[in-house]
Nanobody, 122 residues
Framework: QVQLVESGGGLVQAGGSLRLACTTSKRTFSNYFMGWFRQAPGKEREFVARVSWSGSGEYYADSVKGRFTISKYNAKNIVYLEMNSLKPEDTAVYFC???????????????WGQGTQVTVSS
């Protein structure tokens, strides 16, 4: 069983920034692709970003491209989602996810965190 723990959510003004973090064990973390998803009230969960197991490959949803940055540091057992130029429509619960391949982490992650709330005020 893999435990993922998110942190860093909160309330921020539109145009501001937040950095979310997700941690797990080093052995598990270093061999998994990691991703971030979000779910707003009344909406389906949507993909936000993913990063390769090595931390060298990144991919973003069009809605956040150029504003969000995902980064993975295997030595620290941590993945970040840096969110800049935040908009009210970014308000959602953000979930960390893990999978053994690019496709798995994007479509059917093997493991999920509990989520952290991000609220962007206008």
């Amino acid at each position: 069983q893999v435990q993922l723990v998110e942190s860093g959510g909160g309330l921020v003004q539109a145009g501001g920034s937040l950095r979310l973090a997700c941690t797990t064990s080093k052995r598990t973390f270093s061999n998994y692709f990691m991703g971030w998803f979000r779910q707003a009230p009344g909406k389906e969960r949507e993909f936000v970003a993913r990063v390769s197991w090595s931390g060298s490959g990144e991919y973003y949803a069009d809605s956040v491209k150029g504003r969000f940055t995902i980064s993975k540091y295997n030595a620290k057992n941590i993945v970040y989602l840096e969110m800049n130029s935040l908009k009210p429509e970014d308000t959602a619960v953000y979930f960390c996810a893990a999978g053994r391949s690019q496709d798995i982490v994007t479509t059917t992650p093997m493991y999920w965190g509990q989520g952290t709330q991000v609220t962007v005020s206008s």
